[in-house]
């Protein structure tokens, strides 16, 4: 059986509705303020395409949905202006279903060419905040300048889907490779979008953990010769930190004495602790200790835990557990209740690690266990398996090591964490 919607016209609708309805034409005149004559040729065809103005208060009286009216009329119609406003309406009622169709609709107009039609869609998008909205014309964008060889409008399409999709972060993976599949088109952005691009997606390696891919595109960043701005500045130090995990560092101390320039609140606060953390790295622990101790009294709230999680690795190093003991009594002190960034969650569940191990070592398993589960729910909430994988194997070790039996309700515990946390993964 074929369905209706597919070849009913505007005006079989509007006839097979009143006449369902029992209404007269003259009844639907009187309450539309339509003239009898208009209604008739709109149901007998004779009026081919309708102004929305004028369906809009038949459909209201006659219970017609909107989306069925457009649906209708977007068959016949190729006006340019009348395809633009079943293009706001469907935006004003978030049909995406119905989007989607008239913008394809829309790009298929032959009243004017390719490049205008993508760049009036692409402007439409830009203004409208409604995220669903942005994403859906973004890759119907995509989809057509990639189907009809343009690829300016593959390039900022691309770029403005990464930029929105980059912010979801249980979903950083997929949107790097949104950000990869970019990079192919890079040359058709602007100067400006270019540089935007390069040192946010330096930023997003550097937030999993892709350290050399970090410090490819922070460098092509800095080729464009750019101004200091404060993004430039983090994605510069997303490459130093990226370095300092790679132990390259002569590197690490060349590029901070090029961003200890930068004119940005948080530059010396991070030069001071990266320095730190270079002593610290390199085992020179009797000048990386006070260094650090020093970081921990004078940085800013965001960054103690940061430094703190460096001290807990060289105390366990030295195995200094009264000094361990001493900086877990400034928890409150360090922690964040309001994590922004993929690096602060896992941060905070580093801190949790940390502080369950020392409790399993100095014989309190149950607060070491509660830890150790509030360091898992953390690495969860943006979907860090490598640290999810690593925590669970040392709780296991820990528990080996110390002869322990594991309660059944406990496995339970990280089996639900763990397992739900890899599912989504896949």
Known sequence: MVDSKT???????????????????????????VSKGV????ESGETKRPELRTLKPIADVLEIPCEEIIECCIEM?????????????????SNLSLLTKVANKFLESPQEDTYTLLEHLYQLANKNMNTDIRLTLY????????????????????????LIEREDLKRLEESFRVGEESLYYVDFLSDEEKITFYFRMTLH???TKKFAECIELCKLGLKEGTPGTELKARAHLAMINSLLFLENYDEVEHHLDVFEQYPYHFVPDATKITRAIVKAKTKQFDIAIPMLKDCLAEVSKDLKIHVANELF???FQTSDMNSIAELLTKEEECMLHHPQTPYQHISIGTFYQFKGNF??????????????????????????YQELTECMKHIFEYFAKNLMSVDIEYVKRLNEVYNGAVRKKW
């Open 7 to 33: 070849t009913q016209t505007i005006g079989e609708l509007i006839r097979a509705k009143r006449t369902e309805l029992g209404i007269s034409l003259s009844e639907v005149s009187r309450v539309t303020g």
């Open 77 to 93: 119609e190729q006006r340019v202006s009348v395809l633009d406003v079943f293009l706001s309406e469907s935006i004003e009622i």
């Open 139 to 162: 890759n119907i964008i995509i989809t057509y300048a990639r189907g009809h060889g343009v690829p300016m409008y593959i390039a900022k399409g691309l770029y403005q889907k990464y």
């Open 205 to 207: 390696a550097h937030n």
């Open 39 to 42: 209604i008739s040729k709109i």
């Open 359 to 384: 409790m399993m070592e100095s014989g309190f398993p149950e607060q070491g266990k509660e830890s150790y589960l509030l360091s898992l729910g953390t690495f969860k909430k943006v979907n860090a």
């Open 313 to 315: 690795d060289v105390y």
